[in-house]
């Protein structure tokens, strides 16, 4: 079973190496609350942590609001196996991104992919 705390640590790890500034914490935006933001230069990504039992649908309602509040971008994350699962279709019409984390910790971006396999 996926551990919130484990996402936590392995999101702010991914986002500080890259030399982010990470905060992960409640904030709320109107009437949802996210899990977290990444700020860079002139940039900010609201951030929504699902384990894979955790509502899905909600998650990006929460990362719609986000948007609609001035963030950039949005980003959900779960696991890797949880991530394949999701269809990528919401994604691409809100412009979001999906985080899968695998069992070392390492965090991969699903969507949108950057492969052209």
Do not use: C
């Not at 963030?71 to 999906?98: E, P």
């Amino acid at each position: 079973m996926t551990n919130l705390r484990w996402l936590e640590w392995a999101v702010k790890k991914h986002f500080r190496d890259k030399g982010l500034r990470v905060k992960i914490g409640s904030i709320r935006l109107g009437n949802v609350v996210i899990d977290g933001e990444v700020e860079g230069k002139g940039w900010k990504m609201a951030l929504e942590l699902k384990t894979p039992r955790d509502d899905v649908t909600r998650g990006i309602g929460q990362l719609a609001e986000a948007l609609a509040y001035g963030y950039n971008q949005g980003a959900m994350v779960t696991t890797l196996r949880a991530s394949r699962k999701i269809d990528s279709k919401v994604f691409d019409k809100l412009g979001l991104v999906l985080l899968g984390v695998d069992s070392k910790g390492v965090v991969k971006q699903v969507y949108p992919t950057y492969s052209t396999v």
